[in-house]
């Protein structure tokens, strides 16, 4: 029971804004909304995560859709090494913090 | 810097071995989680610890067990490995407190055959 949906691939050019939309359409009103991207050959590495409001850090933002169903990860300017599977992930409190992975989205950057 | 150690990056075994994944993580985290993942299929929460000696089910708890013995060591056994198996496993920790953002380790591939 996917609790996430997200475009399985996506292309950008390098230098270029990317947004990666999220679907979370069965999200309650204590679920975390985090975004995870995983290199070739690595483990996954945090991104960035949300409740509520939009956020902003070094690596990217983060755009909640005001009834929260949705959500898109930005990065301002792609680079090569943006080239990744990025996750969206809901975070359950009400299951004990439990993260929900999807299958995500492999993102490429053309150079 | 957070570290979460996974004892093996690759493993090959036969069948109806016994197999022991190790982790440890350096943070003093609450949390450890193993997850398998599998080509379209992501990542597959296979057993949680909330604590020392706790544990809990995830999606697919089958043909696996685990142990948590100490706070920083959780371990993934799989009693009798059977080819279907054959996965990358990754361990994660965290911190109990909400949002407790993941750190993994950099994953064990296993081969059963």
């Known amino acids: 029971d996917a609790k996430t949906t997200q475009p399985n691939s996506m292309e950008s050019n390098e230098e270029e804004p990317v947004h990666l939309p999220c679907n979370h359409s069965t999200i309650s009103g204590t679920d975390y909304i985090h975004w995870y991207r995983q290199l070739p050959s690595q483990g996954p590495e945090y991104v960035i995560h949300?409740?509520?409001s939009n956020v902003n850090n070094r690596m990217a933002s983060l755009a909640i859709a005001e009834d929260r169903k949705s959500s898109t990860l930005i990065l301002h300017r792609a680079t090569l090494r943006d080239a990744a599977v990025y996750y969206c992930?809901?975070?359950?409190?009400?299951?004990?913090?439990?993260?929900?992975f999807g299958t995500g989205t492999s993102l490429t950057v053309i150079p | 810097d957070v570290k979460v150690t996974q004892s093996s990056r690759y493993l090959v075994k036969r069948t109806g071995e016994k197999v022991f994944l190790e982790c440890v993580q350096d943070m003093d985290h609450e949390n450890m989680f193993w997850y398998r993942q599998d080509p379209g299929l992501g990542l597959r929460l296979i057993y949680f610890?909330?604590?020392?000696?706790?544990?809990e089910k995830g999606d697919i708890p089958e043909g696996y067990s685990v142990s948590r013995e100490k706070k920083e060591r959780f371990s993934l056994i799989l009693e009798s490995a059977s080819t279907n198996q054959t996965s990358m496993y990754l361990c994660?920790?965290?911190?109990?407190?909400?949002?407790?953002?993941?750190?993994f380790g950099e994953g064990s591939r296993l081969t059963v055959l």
């Open positions: 994660a920790s965290s911190f109990y407190v909400v949002p407790g953002e993941l750190f």
């Open positions: 992930i809901l975070m359950v409190v009400q299951t004990g913090n439990q993260f929900y």
């Open positions: 610890s909330y604590d020392v000696k706790m544990k």
């Open positions: 949300g409740l509520t």
